[in-house]
């Protein structure tokens, strides 16, 4: 089938491309888009070269399905218009998150959800999402109450521009275009996304709010600091986790490495625990540091590792394309 990916030559939209041909995605055509600047570019995929369009002459070659990576402002503009041409739409820009027409989909949590009235269709923010797959089955074994998550996230969530200042100061070089409003390399910003007047951040709002709309559970109560790290690999949660029950940390390892997409990194003796550096290019979210609060009952405490531009964007994207295509819904 014909598929559209809106933002191809971006840092998500270079991964879409990558995670469509590993997992041998039913492709007959790529119709890559991009802003006007890069139309006549090539992308390749599968070894095959692919020349960037115009959104018109995308819709006019009429997709199965549209993977947007281009912003939130192009998807504001442009979803609507794939959508009425009759060509669903899977978006990972905020745009249409917390629209309450809208689906907020993570596969492993609520797909089931989706039919074929669902036109334009949303991927969480990136790190939400490794948060929820990993909530997910203690919240139907324990009942979650409360959430307490501090973030460490890679620039590679902010897009390429941001790569680019990170190697660009590591090399020595001071004159490249600032993304960030201080240094990045070398340091730690406690700030991703523009602040509220509530003093968060719009990032750790996310994080409060999509995980609720996610679960389906109102609920459930989420606290997040949300951190810029220099590093690329992947983000990083140190998660704590308040239940309305008691568990057993044998049972919640069980749990967790019998979820799908879900890996237990867990030997903290043999220095076995996730990292970025190793979550690199993965599918999978990463658990470990398995252990309980001992200062409040009911409380475990978590570390939680994926790629943002895959599991966190990419590969959540293309599974909402897998599983819409085995439920007839493309
Ligand atoms: N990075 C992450 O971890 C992550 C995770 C989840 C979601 N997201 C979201 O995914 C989106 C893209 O992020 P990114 O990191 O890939 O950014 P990026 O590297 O800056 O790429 C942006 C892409 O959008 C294209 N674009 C910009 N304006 C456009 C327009 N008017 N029409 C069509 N295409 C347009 C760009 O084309 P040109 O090359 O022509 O400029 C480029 O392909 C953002 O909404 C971001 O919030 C990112």
């Known amino acids: 089938m014909k598929i559209a990916v809106v933002g191809a030559t971006g ?26 600047k890069s139309i006549g570019k090539q992308v390749e995929f599968k070894g095959k070269q692919f020349t960037v369009v ?33 060509i669903p739409v899977i978006d990972n820009s905020s745009a249409w998150r917390m629209d309450p027409t809208k689906k907020l989909i993570v596969p492993e949590v609520n797909a089931n959800t989706i039919t074929a009235e669902d036109k334009i269709i949303a991927n969480p923010n990136c790190s939400t999402i490794q948060m929820v797959v990993v909530m997910k089955p203690l919240h139907d074994k324990y009942k979650i109450k409360r959430v307490v998550v501090s973030t460490y996230q890679s620039v590679t969530g902010t897009g390429k521009a941001a790569v680019d200042q990170l190697f660009a100061e ?21 700030h991703i996304d523009v602040f509220l007047d509530n003093g968060y951040t719009k990032e750790e709002m996310k994080m409060v709010n999509e995980t609720k709309k996610i ?24 998660v704590n986790i308040e239940f309305e029950n008691d568990f057993d940390l044998d049972e919640v390892r069980r749990l967790l490495s019998e979820t799908e997409g879900v890996i237990v990194q867990d030997d903290p003796k043999n220095f076995v625990y996730p990292m970025p550096i190793n979550s690199h290019g993965k599918d999978e979210v990463f ?12 409380t475990l405490n978590l570390w939680v590792v994926a790629d943002n531009l895959r599991k966190g964007a990419a590969t959540n994207a293309v599974q909402i394309a897998e599983y819409m295509l085995k439920a007839n819904l493309l």
Do not use: C, W
Request: glycine share 8%; proline share 6%.
């Open 170 to 190: 590591r090399a020595g070089d001071d004159s490249v275009a600032k993304v960030y409003p201080h240094k990045i390399d070398l340091n730690v910003l406690p």
């Open 215 to 238: 679960m389906g559970d109102d609920s459930i109560a989420v606290t997040a600091t949300t951190v810029r790290i220099p590093t690329v690999g992947g983000h990083s949660e140190a």
């Open 11 to 36: 840092l998500v939209g270079t991964e879409i491309l990558k995670v469509l041909a590993e997992r041998n995605f039913p492709v007959s055509e790529i119709i890559p888009v991009a802003s006007e």
């Open 54 to 86: 115009g959104y018109e002459d995308a819709i006019k070659m009429k997709p199965a399905v549209a993977i947007f990576s281009a912003g939130g402002s192009s998807s504001l503009a442009l979803a609507p218009l794939f959508a009425a041409a009759g």
């Open 287 to 298: 658990v470990g540091r398995i252990r309980r609060d001992e200062s409040q009952k009911n």
